[in-house]
């Protein structure tokens, strides 16, 4: 395979009726509902993927001919995207699977393969880890990698064997199909996250992408990047450390810096970090602030953090640097379910975490959970006037998913707490195990209730501060409030 060949990095559009963000969760994914789409596309702005960026800089070292297709962001339905890859005509596929959106990527993904039939299809994604067999059973997929995010470890010798026509055992972390049979080549332990060639964004289309607020109400348009992968608190229910590994492993400050430098001269101006916790080391994150400073980068910034990683120093500088959003982890706030869900963290470690926010007048979205397995009524309600006291800026509410491989998985089947399989189920905003007290249906009630009354106390409150505040930016977060509720 030379430089006459065409190898497609692969973002599916997302399928009917829902639009998908497949690196959330894990890499998992998660899903939201687009009632009036009734074909694939996407119906609001969409994540970018560091995969698109990582995989650009191992084939262009590589002297590949290569071209990225971004489905979500061109917002292509199934004809629109067959026809562009028939126009490409592609010899090896690489694309993103996601768990909710899986039956309409493969779905999509044979569709694909029989507009261009010759073209070695290879998926990637959290999903390929543990749902291999499903994946070659319901799709005339070629090659499924498990290498770990952002997935492109193995790829330079993927591409390398596929040119030279060589066994694909060589190549480590693949499953493939040959002579109808399926092998499966040596695992490795993942490489760290600073031996991959940086990320390469020419010829990316930076534009349109998800945005994020700050506490004043601006708007930021941003691109993802990874600072760090790898989480070691492996608590139970958290698909993380299945996805992005348990080692953690970070780039040089440095490193990110330049990168942070080079999308600010290509007009972006705002970046997400990818990283499970950006200040889980605070020197390090201390340094990577101080560089930002120092290089005069005008980029807003949002980040992950857990609660117990927050510290006034970190955050004072934090601020100075440019971040403006921070997504923390709550869960849940019932005394007893956190210390099981999140050992070491209290709800008074929460507390704090979102008073330090207010503080320095950052915005804080807060991440909250219902259904646990010991999850009750009383639980519930427990962490409705946990999150109202809290009083966060913006609240992401979930069903607690027990996706495949994980320990609150198997914690869940042993309880015969699983309601479903069907993995279109698996959004995170739908109920899909019930608890010890709790079926189903009683959960979606409960946390629909908590839900509207969050809601509808959001919107008094903002609808009272019109005279301190712009009408425009009320009306904004009246709309974010409401979005921020689940149907």
């Not at 074909?39 to 609001?44: A, I, L, N, W």
């Not at 562009?84 to 309409?104: Q, T």
């Not at 980029?299 to 403006?324: I, T």
């Amino acid at each position: 395979m030379g430089r006459e060949n065409v190898v497609m990095l692969l973002n599916l559009p997302s399928p009917p009726y829902s639009d998908v963000c497949r690196d959330w969760a894990g890499g998992f994914g998660t899903a939201m509902p687009a009632k009036r789409r009734d074909e694939y596309g996407q119906s609001g702005d969409p994540f970018f993927y560091p995969f698109l960026a990582y995989g650009s800089a191992v084939l262009n070292k590589q002297n590949c001919d290569y071209t990225v297709l971004d489905g979500q962001k061109s917002k292509l339905n199934k004809p629109q995207i067959l026809k562009a890859v028939e126009k490409k005509s592609p010899d090896v596929i690489l694309s993103l699977l996601g768990l909710p959106s899986l039956r309409g990527d493969l779905a999509l993904l044979n569709a694909i393969k029989e507009t261009v039939p010759n073209a070695i299809i290879v998926c990637v994604g959290t999903s390929c880890k543990v749902l291999k067999q499903e994946i070659f059973d319901k799709a005339k997929v070629d090659v499924i990698s498990t290498s770990a995010y952002p997935y492109v470890s193995n790829l330079a010798l993927l591409i390398e064997a596929l040119r030279q026509k060589q066994d694909l055992s060589r190549v480590p972390s693949l499953s493939y199909v040959k002579d109808g049979k399926v092998f499966s080549s040596a695992k490795v332990s993942p490489q760290g996250l600073d031996s991959l060639f940086p990320p390469n964004y020419e010829g990316l289309d930076l534009d349109g992408y998800e945005h994020f607020g700050d506490y004043d109400g601006n708007r930021y348009r941003y691109i993802s990047i990874l600072g760090s992968t790898g989480c070691s608190n492996a608590c139970y229910y958290c698909p993380y450390p299945l996805g992005f590994g348990t080692r953690w492993s970070g780039r040089s400050p440095e490193d990110i810096a330049t990168e942070i430098e080079y999308l600010s001269s290509r007009g972006v101006k705002g970046v997400m970090f990818r990283d499970q916790s950006f200040p889980f080391n605070e020197s390090r994150a201390t340094r990577i602030c101080d560089l930002i400073i120092e290089r005069k980068l005008d980029v807003a910034w949002s980040c992950e953090a857990r609660v117990d990683h927050l510290s006034r120093r970190v955050l004072e500088v934090m601020k100075k640097a440019g971040c403006r959003m921070i997504q923390l982890g709550v869960e849940t706030g019932d005394e007893r379910l956190i210390g099981e869900a999140k050992p070491g963290v209290n709800l008074d470690i929460i507390r704090k975490a979102f008073r330090l926010m207010k503080e320095y007048r950052l915005c804080s979205m807060a991440h909250v959970i219902f259904g646990w397995p010991e999850e009750s009524a009383e639980s519930m309600e427990r962490t409705g006037r946990f999150v109202a006291e809290l009083a966060p800026d913006r609240v992401n509410w979930n069903f607690l998913t027990p996706y495949p491989g994980t320990q609150l998985q198997e914690i869940a089947k042993s309880r015969n707490l699983i309601l479903t399989y069907d993995w279109s189920k698996y959004t995170s905003h739908t109920v899909v195990m019930g608890t010890r007290w709790l079926s189903g249906s009683q959960i979606w009630r409960k946390g629909n209730e908590i839900m509207r009354n969050h809601r509808r106390n959001e919107i008094v409150k903002l609808l009272l501060s019109i005279d301190k505040r712009t009408p425009r930016l009320v009306l904004e977060e009246i709309v974010a409030t409401l979005k921020s509720v689940l149907p």
